[in-house]
Each structure stands twice: as structure tokens, then as C-alpha cells.
């Protein structure tokens, strides 16, 4: 069946650093792959999708590039801020599972002033 | 963009009692919306598939008695946990897939999440 392994946490990084949060995926159709961010004490946002091969999903300075030949949705961003502190998810959809979103375990960061 | 309201977003209440969540799509149609569970430090876990109309499809391993599942318009799903005891005190997050997109390629909209704890 369809999975999601994501990076495991936290990750500590100072303010300015550079951000990778690995995400891998198993997935018997053509799924599509979306980054979602939860802050503390709140339901989940939509970060960033990508719908087919080499697309490549950005936001907000986030960027996250569909590699079906490594099946690979890694996410970076070039500087992190304070702000960006919080839980990222992983996830995949596609209509083999009735267009159920497919979590991965989820990946804390806390950034550093 | 298209928001999903979900409430109460936090609600204490004694061992034995019943608590309704409500989960509504305040600017679009949503002919499914999805329950999930999260305990704390962890990922999401999916509970049910509110489908408008008919019967909730649950994951295995879900009590359907236990958490029950309303999908009775567009815009408004309920999960009622019944008999509610300490070990299903947890964060309940619900989301949807507007009506009008309901191919794989669009992302859910999520509430806000429910804490909900038991004494």
C-alpha cells in the first residue's frame, strides 16, 4: 500500500540556515504530493503541492521538487526565521486509496535566534 | 481560499459523557470530509471518511459505536464520541475536499482541531 517516511526530528537550526527535510514515498499509482505545516495547537496548512513527475512545488520561500525516479518530495528553503518553527508534514494522494491523504510521521523544527 | 471550521477547538468534560465536534466548509461543498486523530508528538491518523449522504467509511481498528459519524449536508460533518473515557482524550482534526475538485491532485482543507480531554 501507499506510504510516507519522512525525517525523523527534531531539527534544530539557527536562524538564516539552511532547511532539508527528507521525504520518501511508496505509492502503486501516480500520486500527488503535497508538504503541509502544523503550528502549535493548530489544524494543518496546506504548504506546497506538486502533481506530477519534476514538478516543483513553492511557498513562501519553501520549495519541494517531485522526483519519481528516487520517489522523493524532499523540502527546503534557503534561510529559515524564527517563524518558521513548527511541525511539517509529508503526504500523498491518489485515487487508488479513494483520495485518502497518505501522512508521513511528521518532522519538528525549531529555529534559533 | 477555502476554510473549514471546526468546533469546539477545545472542550473538558467528565468520564462517561458524550461530546459532538463539528466540522463545517464555510465557502464550498464537500461531498467527503475525512476525521482524524492525533496524539501528541505524532502524525495524523485517519479515523473515518464522512461521505454526505450515507455511511462513514472507518478505518480498521476504529469503534464505529464508539465514534460516531454525521454527514448530513455539503457543508457539515459531526463526529460524536460517545461514552467518552480518558484514553480518548486526544486532538481531533477534521478536513475536506471541495465538491467541485475531486480529483487526487487537489489538497484537503483542514479545521482548526478539537483538544479534547477527559477527566
Known amino acids: 500500500g501507499n506510504s510516507v517516511t519522512q525525517m525523523e526530528g527534531p531539527v534544530t537550526l539557527s536562524e538564516e540556515a539552511f532547511l532539508t527535510i527528507n521525504c520518501t514515498y511508496t505509492?502503486?499509482?501516480?500520486?500527488?504530493l503535497f508538504w503541509y505545516v502544523q503550528y502549535p495547537g493548530e489544524g494543518l496548512q496546506l504548504l506546497l503541492k506538486?502533481?506530477?513527475?519534476?514538478d516543483k512545488g513553492s511557498n513562501k520561500g519553501f520549495e519541494a521538487t517531485y522526483r519519481k525516479e528516487t520517489t522523493s518530495f524532499h523540502l527546503e528553503k534557503g534561510s529559515v526565521q524564527v517563524s518558521d518553527s513548527a511541525v511539517y508534514f509529508c503526504?500523498?494522494?491518489?485515487?487508488?486509496?479513494?483520495?485518502?491523504?497518505?501522512f508521513g510521521a511528521g518532522t519538528r523544527l525549531f529555529v534559533k535566534a | 481560499g477555502a476554510v473549514v471550521s471546526q468546533h469546539p477547538s477545545w472542550v473538558i468534560c467528565k468520564s462517561g459523557t458524550s461530546v459532538k465536534i463539528e466540522c463545517r466548509s464555510l465557502?464550498?461543498?464537500?461531498?467527503?470530509m475525512f476525521w482524524y486523530r492525533q496524539f501528541p508528538k505524532q502524525s495524523l491518523m485517519l479515523m473515518a471518511t464522512?461521505?454526505?449522504?450515507?455511511?462513514?467509511?472507518?478505518e480498521q481498528g476504529v469503534e464505529k459505536d464508539k465514534f460516531l459519524i454525521n454527514h448530513a449536508s455539503l457543508t457539515l460533518s459531526t463526529l460524536t464520541v460517545t461514552s467518552a473515557h480518558p484514553e480518548d482524550s486526544s486532538f481531533y482534526i477534521c478536513?475536506?475536499?471541495?465538491?467541485?475538485?475531486?480529483?487526487?491532485?487537489?489538497?484537503?482543507?483542514f479545521g482548526d482541531g478539537t483538544r479534547l480531554s477527559i477527566l
Open positions: 505509492a502503486t499509482g501516480y500520486p500527488s
Open positions: 478536513s475536506a475536499r471541495d465538491r467541485g475538485q475531486g480529483r487526487s491532485n487537489q489538497p484537503q482543507h
Open positions: 464522512s461521505n454526505e449522504g450515507s455511511k462513514a467509511t472507518y
Open positions: 503526504a500523498l494522494s491518489d485515487n487508488t486509496g479513494g483520495f485518502k491523504t497518505i
Open positions: 465557502d464550498f461543498q464537500a461531498t467527503t
Open positions: 506538486a502533481t506530477k513527475a519534476d
